[in-house]
C-alpha cells in the first residue's frame, strides 16, 4: 500500500472528492506531524477505512458523538421535567422536545443513535450553535451525495435502519423505505392513541 502524507491545507479540500474515491483505494493517508486537529484527523482515519460499510459505519458514529458531546456539554434545549426550553416558554402541553411523535422515544431520551435527529434543530438553537448543523461537520463530507441526503432526513428511525438506508447503493431503494417506514410509524401511533383513548 503506497503512503501519501498530508497537511492541513486547501489542496486537500480541494482533492477530497477523489481522496474519497476508487481511486485511493490503496493509498494510506498519513498525517503530517503538524496536524492536531481533531477533526481532520478523524477525516484521515476515515480515508484509511477501505471498506464501504466499515467507513459510512465510524463516519455516522464519529457525526453522532460529536453532536452528543456539544449538545450534553452545553446542555442545548435546556431540558426540566421532559419540557425542552421552547416548550416551557410556550407554556404548551406537550413535552419530549421534537421526540413527540416517535415511537423511539423513552422517558430517558432517545433509545437510538439518529444522526437526522441530531442534525434537526429549532431556530433558536440554531441560532446558538451553529456547529450543530450538517454543513459545519466535516466528516460528512465524506459520504456521497446520496447518503448526504439520507443522514439529513431519515429521521424517527433507529440507528440500524438509518445504516441499511446508507449501505443501500440506490436513492430510490433507500427512499421506499424510509417512506414504508414513516407509514408503519404513523399507523402504529394512531392505534395506540384509540387504544388508549
Ligand atoms: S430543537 Fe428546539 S424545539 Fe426541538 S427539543 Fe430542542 S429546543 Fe425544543
Ligand atoms: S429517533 Fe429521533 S424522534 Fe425518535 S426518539 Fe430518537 S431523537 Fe427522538
Known amino acids: 500500500m503506497k503512503i501519501k502524507e498530508v497537511s492541513d491545507n486547501k489542496f486537500f479540500w480541494k482533492h477530497l472528492k477523489f481522496y474519497k474515491s476508487f481511486?485511493?483505494?490503496n493509498i494510506y493517508f498519513k498525517p503530517s506531524k503538524n496536524i492536531q486537529n481533531e477533526d481532520f484527523l478523524e477525516i484521515l482515519k476515515s480515508l484509511n477505512i477501505k471498506k464501504r460499510k466499515e467507513r459510512i459505519k465510524?463516519?455516522?458514529e464519529t457525526a453522532c458523538f460529536k453532536i452528543d458531546k456539544i449538545a450534553f456539554s452545553k446542555n442545548i434545549c435546556s431540558f426540566k421535567e421532559n419540557k425542552c426550553f421552547i416548550q416551557r416558554?410556550?407554556?404548551n402541553n406537550k413535552c419530549n422536545g421534537c421526540c413527540r411523535k416517535c415511537l423511539y422515544q423513552s422517558n430517558?431520551?432517545?433509545?437510538?443513535?439518529?444522526?437526522?435527529c441530531k442534525l434537526f434543530n429549532c431556530s433558536a438553537v440554531i441560532d446558538n450553535f451553529p456547529e450543530m448543523q450538517a454543513i459545519n461537520l466535516n466528516i460528512l463530507k465524506l459520504l456521497s451525495f446520496k447518503n448526504q441526503i439520507i443522514v439529513k432526513s431519515d429521521?424517527?428511525?433507529?440507528k440500524e435502519d438509518v445504516l441499511k438506508d446508507l449501505y443501500s447503493l440506490s436513492l430510490i431503494y433507500s427512499a421506499l423505505r424510509i417512506l414504508k417506514r414513516q407509514v408503519q410509524r404513523i399507523i402504529i401511533l394512531k392505534l395506540n392513541k384509540n387504544l388508549f383513548k
Not at 108 to 116: D, H, M, P
Not at 155 to 158: K, P, V
Open 89 to 91: 416558554k410556550l407554556d
Open 108 to 116: 430517558k431520551g432517545c433509545t437510538t443513535a439518529n444522526l437526522a
Open 58 to 60: 465510524f463516519i455516522y
Open 23 to 25: 481511486l485511493y483505494h
Open 155 to 158: 429521521f424517527f428511525a433507529t
